[in-house]
């Protein structure tokens, strides 16, 4: 007598059967019709086909682009593995972040969500939903702990400039070093400067006129 595993293992096989009648374009062309594709589809498949259409799909995804990529991945969304989607998170991250760069070391501004969005080949709701909630990301918090890992080795470099006489280097090692690390100087003097005993606050700044303040500029970058 057969036994209710036995029965459920063959049934599966038949299906598989069932489904290796079909053409391989055939089989894409079934399954990528359906609006979804969830676990229980990709069960149904034989190893050949899981294979092709891993492939499949892994190619269409590379060169799809804007809306035409979203329709893709939101196809399969439901039945990725938590490492691929975060894979997928990490490759648009990075592409967002060079296409950013690359634009303001070209174009001296900030890019357009448009200019990003023809440069990394994603759609614009994807650019808009990642810079809202990249923040949140665990990955995010992920990048944001290698860049902590990263600065002792910079201020490293920073104490090796220096030691050989580079002031803008010392200055910034020292201000780290004391925990100002940037804070504003004047903040931290109630808002005023002092010297030789004339306090220089924020409110005789807005009432300078303009050549005054041009030779408060040219003093102030010639001690660069």
């Not at 090796?160 to 804070?183: H, N, P, V, W």
């Not at 100087?185 to 109630?190: D, E, F, L, S, V």
Request: glycine fraction near 4%; include cysteine; charge should be positive.
């Amino acid at each position: 007598m057969m036994t209710k595993e036995r029965y459920l293992e063959k049934s599966k096989e038949a299906k598989k059967r069932g489904l290796q009648k079909f053409t391989d374009s055939e089989f894409l062309d079934r399954l990528l019709k359906q609006d979804k594709i969830g676990n229980n589809d990709l069960n149904k498949l034989t190893s050949k086909q899981l294979i092709l259409f891993n492939d499949f799909f892994a190619k269409n995804y590379n060169e799809a682009k804007d809306e035409a990529k979203d329709q893709l991945l939101n196809k399969v969304i439901d039945s990725l593995p938590e490492k691929k989607r975060n894979q997928i998170w990490e490759v648009n991250h990075c592409n967002i972040m060079n296409a950013i760069m690359d634009y303001v070391e070209t174009c001296g501004a900030m890019p357009t969500k448009s200019r990003i969005a023809e440069y990394t080949g994603l759609s614009r709701p994807t650019i808009d939903k990642h810079l809202k909630e990249f923040q949140n990301n665990p990955l995010f918090k992920g990048i944001d702990e290698q860049f902590k890992f990263m600065i002792p080795k910079v201020m490293g470099e920073v104490l090796r400039q220096s030691i050989k006489g580079d002031i803008r280097a010392a200055r910034l090692f020292l201000e780290y070093a004391g925990g100002t690390k940037g804070q504003s100087r004047i903040k931290n003097q109630n808002n005023f400067i002092q010297i030789n005993g004339i306090e220089l606050t924020e409110e005789k700044i807005s009432k300078l006129r303009p050549e005054q303040l041009q030779t408060i500029e040219a003093v102030l970058q010639s001690l660069d």
